[in-house]
């Protein structure tokens, strides 16, 4: 086994929960080892620190698999560590049928991404260590999903960035291109073939059902006494609406309520329309799905149709933020706006210009909410803090003189766990802000 020695003093980050070393941290590499082999990695006085994939060339030059000295990294650790990552799964989802199975790093799997939708796993291993075990990956997984339908999506700019090949297209089985899946209330269709990453962002799933729920409470009617008055239920397009069970009393006639106001909700940066689709289905009179790709926005609008909500929906192509200062020149404003846009930093350098980009973004949507309206704003930028996204939201509040309330701040949800000590790994926000005037 080859092994590599640290520079003084650059154990510290590694002994702290990072999951990878830097090329510029290596003090010396000792028995010639392949990119892809199991090396060890020592501190500077030859103490192990950790076991890791070796990468010859890559800045990410080793990416850590265990912790333990002296554990073999072979058939049974790799298979101990799948099954880890789906009982984590099964235990913390309620439901698996559209999941991440595996997080790469954060499952202890560095480089391997699997997301199941419904039968079919679909897969990327974006490390030259798991794409030399990938078919030992697949035999554990077929065997612990029952799924043998696998389709591969090594596609990206980390396998050219790795040294990879780029590969796309069915796998094992006969997975099809395009399936379906349920999220909440609304069915969506995954197109596994030409989707962005695996087709779909299941990392936002949690969020965009936080979005819905919140899109429903403002349809509630606050009554003269304090008391809430529910909205109608929104229409199921699964089909009617269950019937009471039998004996069930009946009770007194149902009265009923009053008619839910037509919220108006604007989806930038839409992709298919997931945020969206979930205000639709909580009752929101119109919804304008906004993305600057034209199949993004016909795929949005193709889900608002096959769910029944084609009548409110509406389609806008367009970069987002010049849609945003064409609508600030209309005299009518938004009860909610989702802002997902994608990572406008790739790394510290891009910083300075990530900040600049979400506050005028941000901006301009805060300026269009309505008294009281919702604004879901989301960053998957990795170099991005919390306190910095937190930071440009003040700023923007105060530059459009609107006090902005902070309901909720969310992350990942448990099948996209993070790593303490690795705040790379804690990559997603979703900021619920509502307009207090």
Request: glycine residues 10%; charged residues 25%; aromatic residues 6%.
């Amino acid at each position: 086994m080859g092994r590599i020695r640290l520079r003084p003093g650059r154990q510290r980050s590694l002994l702290a929960g990072r999951p990878w070393v830097y090329r510029n941290e290596i003090g010396e590499v000792e028995g010639d080892p392949a990119t892809g082999d199991v090396i060890v990695v020592a501190d500077a006085r030859g103490r192990y620190v950790a076991t890791a994939f070796y990468h010859r060339t890559s800045m990410l030059a080793a990416r850590v698999l265990s912790r333990r000295e002296g554990e073999e990294v072979g058939t049974d650790f790799f298979r101990r560590r799948l099954l880890a990552a789906w009982a984590l799964r099964s235990r913390f989802l309620d439901d698996v049928s559209a999941c991440r199975v595996v997080f790469a790093e954060a499952d202890g799997l560095p480089g391997l991404i699997v997301d199941r939708f419904d039968r079919v796993l679909v897969v990327q291993t974006l490390t030259a260590g798991m794409d030399a075990r990938l078919d030992m990956v697949l035999d554990t997984l077929t065997a612990m999903t029952g799924i043998t339908d696998v389709y591969e999506r090594n596609d990206g700019p980390v396998r050219r960035l790795e040294g990879l090949p780029e590969r796309r297209g069915p796998l094992r089985g006969h997975p099809p291109d395009r399936v379906d899946v349920r999220e909440g209330a609304v069915r969506l269709t995954v197109d596994l073939a030409r989707g962005q990453k695996t087709g779909h962002f299941l990392d936002q799933r949690d969020n965009r059902l936080a979005f819905g729920r919140a899109v429903r409470r403002l349809l509630v009617e606050p009554a003269l006494d304090g008391a809430a008055v529910p909205p109608p239920p929104p229409r199921d397009p699964g089909g009617p609406a269950a019937a009471a069970p039998p004996g069930a009393c009946a009770g007194p006639p149902a009265v009923p309520p009053p008619p839910a106001r037509a919220v108006r909700v604007l989806d930038a940066f839409c992709n298919t329309g997931g945020f969206g689709l979930h205000a639709l289905a909580a009752g929101a009179g119109e919804v304008w799905f906004v993305d600057s790709s034209e199949a993004a926005v016909e795929a949005a609008l193709e889900h608002a149709e096959r769910n029944g909500f084609g009548g409110r929906a509406v389609g806008r192509v367009g970069n987002a933020f010049d849609e945003l200062r064409s609508l600030e020149a209309e005299p009518r404003s938004w009860d909610a706006i989702v802002l997902d846009p994608p990572a406008f930093a790739r790394g510290r350098a891009q910083l300075d210009g990530a900040f600049r980009g979400y506050k005028d973004l941000n901006l301009r949507a805060m300026r269009l909410l309505a008294p009281g309206g919702l604004l879901c704003t989301c960053s998957c930028s990795q170099p991005v803090t919390w306190e910095m996204f937190s930071a440009m939201l003040a700023e923007a509040a105060a530059d459009t003189g609107r006090s902005m309330r902070v309901l909720e701040r969310r992350g990942a949800p448990a099948d996209h766990p993070g790593l303490l000590g690795a705040e790379e790994t804690q990559y997603l926000q979703c900021h619920l802000l509502q307009a207090v005037d």
